[in-house]
């Protein structure tokens, strides 16, 4: 039904309902000719009304209903194609709308792409900016009457030769509806959606290049953790992964998406480390309790044969493993000693894992910041590693000059590095929630329309652009961006795609821009979202007990790999805007070192005594990893320099998995007392390994003094007897004692009958009563 027929209707309902035919035929026409004027009057007001819609209240006016198209087909029409057009009305008013009508306005040719990002977010219904609504056959639809908060959907099919469109370029195309309300019982615009419409007749002499990257990136997942068996089954943080790469998952959309699509990929090595160890069995940490068994066994395995059919004869770009956050590592890392040390091995680690993985053979010479966002520290950081290419957006490094075009994407920044400019327009269409479907449809005809626009400014010079995407798009965004490029490819009357290596060395625009910002133009919004110092301090503490536990181990690369993959995940740029998950992360990290160093330990030794001159002192070492240690001294060190002194105080510790040694150290005592020996492991190097142990020693030796009083004792037996023995032999043989005795004269000086001897020198040969001897 047309508008005149419409206010004549509405006249007629305001009239009594029993009228007879005739006078209500009378009633339309004079209704009719009533609306001639009304019309008239309405189109001469079309600036005021303009400038009234844009400052109405919200769900009244043009603003009543929400127009939302779902489909557009083709998105590029031709001349004698049909253009279909589907969608939905909402009645966000308080009334009901009666005498809807949806139909189409041919707006304008735009002719610059700020037109178009300009017409995509404006709202309301803009008589002089919209256009007229179309008429004729098939250019309108009518719905029924829609309750305050209901929707209605609509299809319209319209040839294209009825749009009336002119050169070639790009054309704004609202669909409306039109109807009224109790409180403005007059036809009118209530609500208007606005998309694009590329128009290219013919092939353009010269095609824009145009390099789409397809990130296929996660968080991370795998913790440094395995189980102690010799498949050292891997632990994960928790599922989440297998339900990424499950049928319908967003990672196995990406791959499914994107493995017919004329992209370059974008890979995180971490997670092709990670399905792949999906790909066997897998243990998932579960709260307080022992971990239970994985359940994407077997979508793994799928999920990795998809994408190496996907990406094989592809461009494959590989982020250094575990995607690390090259501007956190830029104004926070870089002040702590040795961050920056992560990024070759993680370069090195990533071009093995994917030949291993993919069976391909990736470029790495690639750094991709953050949004693209940069400054000098965050080029100096990104190019560290040996990357000569940073992929960055053109809302950070921004064109200043007067160029009438978009350059190409590639420019020389200094020091040997290229800039890969990624366009801004391009790169953020997909994002927010393109769930909806008028949200999709408009991202797609919105990304046709810009490129078209880039290659009509200057039609003879051929670009070559760079769409960026965010890093992890959901399964709709992921959708949305596969249909847009398939779009693009298919009509391929101004576009052709190319890899990045050729975009990135294609000829740089004199005009461009190859100043990079300084530090201040970083955004705050992003520098927010950085890890901070403190962590990157706590990521090289981990790496410090790493390395000195490494050096103690036979076969260090069952931990060295795992430790090692779980310190550069600590440097993920997925940690962004997740401070709490990412700190707990770290902490788990090193926790888990701590209690396998905690393995190879000292039995602590009880209070000792020692009792003589010398003596021997054991220590235990306990080895509880399941893999020798080699690497290991123990130094043991007397408390008492002059008391107790150690005659090789260092041993060398070797002990198998699961088994302890017992070192023994020969000690010599100085001196009675007590002192404290202290035990201490230290790697070969000279590091001190775990806490060193104290334990007391006393020391009961028997002293120099007590010797030589018991040596005089035995000195002076051995000279009594001696003296004994000389007298005997001197006195000669003994009278017998039968024999009569002879009288002497006492005169002579001879014996007497006394028996009276001389014992004056033996009482000196022996102790009298009473002495004691030291013995």
């Known amino acids: ?23 209500r035929w ?44 779902s489909g557009l087909s083709p998105a590029a029409p031709d001349e004698d194609d049909t253009l279909t057009v589907s969608g939905t009305v909402t009645n966000r008013g308080r009334a009901a709308i009666t005498d809807a009508e949806v139909g189409l306005h041919a707006g304008p040719r735009l002719s610059t792409r700020s037109s178009i990002e300009q017409a995509s977010t404006r709202d309301g219904y803009a008589p002089g900016l919209d256009g007229t609504q179309l008429t004729g056959k098939n ?43 109790q409180s403005e019982a007059y036809p009118h615009v209530l609500g208007i959606e606005r998309t694009f419409l590329p128009w290219q007749t013919e092939p353009a002499d010269t095609r824009t290049r145009l390099t789409f990257l397809w990130p296929l990136i996660s968080s991370s997942h795998l913790t440094a953790r395995t189980e102690s068996n010799e498949q050292r089954t891997p632990v994960f943080r928790h599922d989440r992964l297998a339900d990424e790469i499950a049928p319908g998952g967003r990672l196995q959309r990406m791959v499914s998406l994107g493995r017919d699509l004329p992209v370059s990929w974008v890979v995180d090595p971490d997670l092709l480390a990670s399905v792949d160890a999906m790909t066997k069995p897998y243990k998932v940490s579960s709260p307080g309790g022992e971990p239970v068994a994985g359940k994407g066994q077997a979508d793994a395995a799928q999920w990795l044969n998809d994408l190496q059919q996907a990406t094989a004869d592809k461009e494959v770009i590989a982020l250094p493993f575990g995607d690390p956050d090259l501007a956190s590592l830029a104004h926070r890392g870089r002040n702590v000693s040795g961050t920056l040390s992560h990024l070759g091995p993680a370069t090195e680690t990533a071009r093995t894992t994917v030949k291993t993985v993919l069976h391909v053979t990736p470029l790495t010479d690639f750094a991709w910041p953050v949004e693209g966002a940069v400054d000098p520290s965050v080029v100096s950081v990104a190019t560290s590693a040996g990357a000569r290419k940073v992929i960055t957006r053109s809302d950070s490094l921004r064109e200043t000059g007067s160029l009438p075009y978009t350059p190409n994407a590639a420019r020389p920044i200094g020091g040997g590095v290229t800039a890969v400019n990624a366009d801004a327009r391009l ?28 290659t009509e400014q200057d039609p003879n010079r051929q670009r070559s652009l760079l769409v960026a995407p965010q890093r992890l798009p959901s399964s709709s965004q992921a959708t949305t961006m596969a249909q847009a490029v398939r779009a693009l490819r298919d009509n391929g009357r101004w576009t052709e795609f190319t890899d990045l290596a050729e ?11 190859r100043k990079v910002p300084g530090a201040g133009s970083y955004p705050d919004r992003l520098r927010k979202q950085e890890l901070s110092t403190g962590a990157f301090e706590q990521i090289q503490e981990t790496q410090r007990s790493l390395n000195a536990f490494s050096v103690i181990l036979s076969s260090d690369d069952r931990v060295v790999t795992t430790f090692g993959n779980a310190v550069r995940r600590s440097l993920s740029t997925s940690w962004r805007g997740r401070t709490g998950e990412a700190g707990q992360y770290r902490a788990d990290v090193q926790n888990y070192l701590t209690s396998l160093t905690g393995e190879v330990r000292l039995v602590q030794k009880s209070r000792m005594t020692l009792s003589g001159r010398s003596a021997t002192i054991p220590v235990t070492v306990q080895n509880n990893l399941i893999q020798p240690v080699n690497g ?47 035990a201490q492991l230290y790697t070969k190097d000279g590091a001190p390994y775990g806490k060193a142990m104290t334990f007391q020693v006393d020391v009961t ?6 010797l030589l009083v018991i040596a005089g004792g035995v ?50 040969d022996s102790p009298g009563p009473g002495e004691k001897v030291d013995c």
């Open 1 to 23: 039904m047309r508008t005149g027929e419409r206010v004549a209707e509405a006249a007629e309902k305001q009239g009594n309902p029993g009228t007879p035919a005739p006078r």
């Open 26 to 69: 009378l009633h339309r026409l004079t209704a009719a000719l009533v609306a001639v004027p009304l019309l008239t009057g309405l189109s001469q007001a079309a600036p005021a009304a303009q400038a009234a819609n844009l400052a109405q209240p919200a769900n009244t006016g043009s603003r009543t209903a929400e127009v939302s198209l």
């Open 139 to 181: 250019t309108s639809v009518e719905l029924a009457d829609i309750a305050a908060g209901a929707t209605r959907s609509f299809t319209l099919d319209v040839p294209v030769k009825r749009l009336k469109l002119g050169a070639d370029g790009v054309y704004q195309l609202g669909v409306s509806v039109t109807g009224q309300t």
């Open 427 to 454: 790169s953020t269409l997909f994002q927010g929630d393109l769930s909806r479907a008028g949200n999709s449809a408009l991202a797609v005809q919105q990304f046709l329309a810009q490129t078209l626009s880039v």
């Open 503 to 513: 975009t990135a060395r294609a000829k740089p625009d004199p005009g461009a821009n």
């Open 632 to 678: 290991l001294e123990l130094r043991l060190t007397s408390g008492r320099r002059f008391g107790l002194e150690i005659s090789e105080d260092t041993k060398p510790v070797v002990i198998d998995g699961g088994h302890s040694q017992s070192i023994k150290f020969d000690t010599t005592a100085k001196a009675n007392g007590r002192t404290f020996v202290e």
């Open 701 to 706: 030796e028997i002293t120099s003094t007590v």
């Open 715 to 764: 000195l002076l037996v051995v000279l009594a007897g001696a003296r004994m023995y000389t007298q005997r032999k001197r006195r000669g043989p003994q009278p017998d004692p039968d024999a009569p005795l002879e009288q002497e004269n006492p005169a002579d000086g001879g014996p007497t009958g006394d028996n009276s001897r001389d014992t004056g020198p033996e009482s000196k």
